[in-house]
């Protein structure tokens, strides 16, 4: 069965330093986004991708963040420098279609900075 | 806001008993989902409700949508100890992109 899949699970950083996390969403899929999950918080909006664009992102979505789909496979979130509040489970998600609601989600990347 | 708000935040039951999970929002959808989350791993798809449908089942699972007052609920029949996890509303909607927002979860327990 076609899976999300993310890269690295896991990620330890330094304050300050750029983090770049991976998705490779399902092949078909035209819909991309970016969540986050605070530990044992709810799952939050950071952005929506789509046609090769930004559709739309939330407060959360500073200028210290970016995303990209740089080959026609991967999807990515680089967070240019991190806050020890930057740490988090980012979950990748994707979505067929206009006319399809469900969302398939990756396993997720920890990211933890000290 | 759009973003679903869960009731109750926790919820333990013995095998067997059906647990249900309540869902509310605050503006227009398009649709409304349940995800499920095993502590620490992505979050998997349930089931979606459209917002012109009032319910919908699938297995064991029962979803109804009241969009007069703004809620849904998630009925999970003759639970079982694999049952156990966070299950989170979410509702889908056009604001420029199309956007799914979720809620806080409910943590269901179920004891075997």
Redesign the interface.
């Known amino acids: 069965e076609p899976e999300v899949t993310q890269t690295p699970s896991h990620q330890v950083t330094q304050m300050g330093q750029e983090v770049i996390l991976r998705c490779v969403p399902i092949s078909n899929h035209l819909y991309f986004y970016w969540y986050r999950q605070i530990l044992g918080q709810k799952v939050e909006f950071l952005v929506s991708f789509y046609n090769n664009e930004i559709s739309e992102k939330s407060e959360i979505f500073d200028d210290q963040f970016s995303v990209e789909r740089p080959d026609g496979s991967n999807f990515t979130l680089k967070i240019r420098s991190t806050k020890l509040e930057d740490s988090a489970m980012y979950f990748c998600a994707s979505r067929a279609g206009q006319n399809t609601g469900e969302l398939f989600f990756g396993e997720g990347s920890r990211l933890t900075v000290l | 806001s759009q973003q679903g708000e869960e009731d109750p935040q926790a919820l333990s039951i013995q095998e067997g008993e059906n647990a249900t999970m309540n869902c509310s929002y605050k503006t227009s959808i398009?649709?409304l989902?349940w995800?499920r989350?095993n502590s620490?791993?992505?979050?998997?798809?349930l089931i979606?409700i459209?917002s012109n449908e009032r319910e919908k089942h699938s297995g064991r699972l029962r979803v109804t949508l009241d969009t007069s007052k703004k809620s849904s609920s998630l009925l999970i029949t003759a639970s079982r100890a694999a049952d156990t996890a966070s299950y989170?509303c979410?509702t889908?909607a056009y604001?420029?992109?199309?956007?799914?927002?979720?809620?806080?979860?409910t943590r269901l327990f179920v004891k075997a």
């Open positions: 398009n649709n989902q995800y989350q620490g791993r992505g979050l998997v798809h979606l459209r989170f979410a889908g604001t420029g992109g199309f956007k799914t927002i979720f809620g806080a979860g």
